[in-house]
């Protein structure tokens, strides 16, 4: 069975600091994806990252970089030079190594963002 | 990017009445569409797995006479709430797949039921 567990229920983090988001997995498919989700207060769902399983490189996109250590299993989110707009609940997922791909979330981390 | 509909966005109704909620992929067509809920301060639970023209795949625990899911077009995907009481009252996410793409799945902006 799969798990994705992140520890940080919130954390605070001041204007343009950098902050790392943690994301621990577990799955005994060789294959597999791990995508980072931000949820402002509205509730949209807003993709920032993904990495695969034989990714070689971490993905960046943006301010946004996933620190992902397979033999540790866990892909942790860097925010750089964090904007009072990344005040939001982000989640770690994972995509079920199955034909339809499906996710199983983590129970979140709440980011606020403080002047 | 692509983008995904839900309608209604809000809904309050009476205990006993179903509610239907609508799931649109816009631009794209979704031969796989997701359905999650979530509870204030929690995470996403997905409740069930629909594909287009085949019936949909629920996870353990959901019961299926209570959710009833149709997904009648690579469009389209409805999520009917039926005999609504209190305690289904939640915020029900979407997302949708395309075909040529096994990672992106995008969202919906999701609709809060509260039920009376």
């Known amino acids: 069975a799969q798990k994705i567990t992140q520890t940080q229920p919130g954390m605070f983090v001041q204007e343009k600091e950098a902050v790392t988001l943690d994301c621990t997995y577990d799955t005994s498919d060789p294959s597999y994806g791990l995508f980072w989700y931000k949820q402002p207060s509205s509730g949209e769902m807003i993709f920032l990252i993904y990495?695969?399983?034989?990714?070689?490189q971490n993905a960046t996109e943006g301010r946004y970089s996933l620190n992902f250590q397979k033999a540790r299993k866990s892909a942790n989110l860097v925010i750089s030079a964090s904007q009072l707009g990344d005040s939001a609940m982000y989640f770690c997922a994972m995509r079920a190594d199955d034909s339809w791909g499906k996710l199983q979330f983590g129970a979140g981390t709440q980011v606020v963002v403080t002047p | 990017g692509a983008v995904v509909s839900q309608h209604p966005s809000r809904v309050i109704c009476k205990s006993g009445t179903s509610v239907k909620i609508e799931c649109r992929s816009l631009?794209?067509?979704?031969?796989?569409m997701f359905w999650y809920r979530q509870f204030p301060k929690k995470s996403l639970m997905l409740m069930a797995t629909s594909n287009e023209g085949s019936k949909a795949t629920y996870e353990q625990g959901v019961e299926k006479d209570k959710f009833l899911i149709n997904h009648a077009s690579l469009t389209l995907s409805t999520l009917t709430v039926t005999s609504a009481h209190p305690e289904d009252s939640s915020f029900y996410i979407c997302?949708?797949?395309?075909?040529?793409?096994?990672?992106?799945?995008?969202f919906g902006p999701g609709t809060r039921l509260t039920v009376l």
């Open positions: 990495q695969g399983s034989y990714d070689q």
């Open positions: 997302s949708a797949r395309e075909l040529s793409s096994y990672n992106e799945q995008f």
């Open positions: 631009d794209f067509q979704a031969t796989t």
